[in-house]
């Protein structure tokens, strides 16, 4: 009886992880890429900017990655901006500009 109640214990919270998805619905979703936009992002990471940044990764230096992650997801939403503009297409986010996470 114990193990029962023991397995019971362990797969209930397994159960509600589906229950909370189909009950609430997944998170608001992402329009689709424009072709514009996916060309866009390809040419953010060709950018000299980028390219520059990457020639200063060192392998297995987690401080090192964690910082030039940081600047490279700036460095990439600076040059789709940039690519936007030129361009002449509006660009995501509205009035305030997407900040990457």
Do not use: I, K, W
């Not at 329009?31 to 020639?55: F, G, I, K, Q, W």
Request: one cysteine or more; glycine letters at 8%.
């Amino acid at each position: 009886m114990r193990r029962a109640a023991a397995a019971l214990a362990l797969l209930l919270p397994l159960g509600g992880c589906g229950l909370y998805n189909s009950v609430f619905g997944p998170g608001p979703q992402r329009p689709p890429e424009t072709p514009d936009e996916r060309e866009c992002h390809e040419e953010a990471r060709r950018s000299p900017s980028v390219t520059a940044l990457n020639r200063q990764r060192m392998l297995g230096n987690s401080v090192n990655d964690d910082r030039l992650n940081r600047e490279e997801r700036v460095l990439l939403a600076r040059a789709f901006r940039d690519c936007l503009r030129a361009r002449g297409l509006a660009l995501p986010g509205g009035v305030e500009v997407v900040q990457p996470r």
